[in-house]
């Protein structure tokens, strides 16, 4: 048996930065989090990346010495192959941040890094939700939508870091699809994130004859109105809630189709946000996956929920350490 | 310098099935062509598959010692892992023929098993329009729709053998798409196969306001319309068939939007029948590429025509034998 190995993965989101140990198996040690603060600039920034290393380190009771590999998770604009921050939205003002060098540089160590939603991919496919399957497509549900695609023990990054976007897979017409933030029409996240569930909740309680529990946020609380009442008021039986919830389990379902059409993969995970849903709302993205998706392929995919919550990322970008060891 | 190694591809059609030997670096020898005649049964036609192979290899005059291992792609439906034809509707009544086992054993020689569209993207990424790519997405045009996605040395042949079938990436609604023969609406191949384009044509035709040559073909030689007639009397400069051409430029641009989304490869390669028609159809479907596909991206994705046209399947069936050869 050779000695453990230990490797440190770091998650960096726009609001906080998480990090934890996990052993060459998968076993998580107890994680930490600190403030992002990207406000005060890409300096300080490395520093706070350093800094959470450390303490991640320090949680799991090891040292430096003990760590074989680090592997650093990022929100994108990003250059994957070239370990560059590029100019990533939540993470104003950064700009071109050789991320992957200066963690390299300030532990010595060989380090890994990865776009955050395809290591969220990476972690449940290591040990959450897709562990054992041989290839797996993650939609990552939130403010947007995004995607990880694995095929064995490789990350579908692409040619440009933007393989794995799967919020952008168009679902309707881009003549008269819904409006993105990317500038087009139809795209899957401008009907299934988070706002834009709560942006079709509003067009439907306008036009919605008969009663319905979401008109109390028509006016007054309009900004108190989000996904999560929505799909909790769906499961308390509204029916004007039902239909949005059921529509974006359809249009869920039809971003699922194209994965299969494309990757045809073993395992199709959802995560983020709505999975606090549970069951009910898989079932009705199941059942429309098996309606409208490839007839060979849909016998048996599975689809299922993330297990692993805020974890995943720093979990997924432990697993991009660990292919940087030779077993 | 190691010796020359030889390896034979067989890309079994429908109608025929083509062989020839590849050497190591790409370089095809004379190509042999016999008939498939699948109802002549299965074992019938692993005779045929042998006798193809054996005369590819006289072509190339060597013998088979000189052959370090065999390819065959053959159309779905089929389990690659299991180097299994299962049912496919071009090869009737042929059913659960373990093709790699019976080659294999036939010639006592290293085989790899392969999808036909997978292995002619396979060829096009060793030596055609794909080569020097990292990542690689055809879309194959002809009756159907097919699709290969090859990311580094890898095709992404997915769990039920389904991966890249990109005919069934959904363009338009499922709702009130065109119906496709999958039993599903909206689906690419549904407006950009052969079939789907004469199709369209008549619709176009039947309600065009203003003279067009394409009427012609509206009752008597309804029969002789085909999709290269169209795109002929589009280059000519008639309005309706032009039309028609935009429409399928577009519908394959939606198609490759999709691919951009999932993979981002670094080149996208349209091949089948419509390579005919030349830069100025390639050129419509680029420009709906930067219009409609992911603005990152789509500032450097390639869009090509293949180069191999119907050799790309056993260059492609001879690269996947090539993978089985160590280095």
Known sequence: MAAALYFVGLDVGGTTMKAAVVDGNGKTFPSVALRTNPERGQDAGIDTMGETIRQAIAAAKLTLADIAAIGVATPGLMDIHAGLILDPPNLKPWKN?????????????????????????????????????????????????????????????????????????????????????????????????????????????????????????????????????????????????????????????????????????????????????????????????RRFGLPFPVESVRIVFAELGSDAGFIGAAACAKLLVPR
Chains 1, 2 share one sequence.
């Open 97 to 289: 941040v050789p991320v992957r060098d200066r963690i390299a540089a300030l532990f010595g160590k060989p380090t890994a890094f990865q776009n955050d939603a395809n290591a969220a991919a990476f972690g449940e496919k290591w040990t959450g939700a897709g562990r054992g399957a041989h290839s797996m497509v993650m939609f990552t549900l939130g403010t947007g939508v995004g995607g990880g695609i694995i095929v064995g023990d490789a990350i579908i990054e692409g040619k440009h870091s933007h393989g794995g976007e799967l919020g952008h897979l168009r679902i309707d017409r881009p003549d008269c699809g819904r409006l993105c933030g990317c500038g087009a029409r139809g795209c899957l996240e401008a009907y299934a994130s988070a706002t834009a569930v709560t942006c079709r909740a509003r067009e439907e309680m306008a036009s919605w004859r008969g009663s319905t529990t979401l008109k109390q946020f028509y006016t007054a609380n309009d900004d108190d109105l989000t996904a999560k009442v929505i799909f909790d008021l769906a499961r308390a039986g509204d029916a004007c809630a039902t239909k949005v919830v059921d529509d974006t389990a359809y249009c869920l379902a039809l971003g699922a189709c194209a994965a299969i059409a494309a990757i045809d993969p073993e395992v199709i995970v959802f995560g983020g946000g709505v999975t606090d849903a549970g069951e009910w709302f898989r079932a009705k993205i199941d059942a429309d996956v």
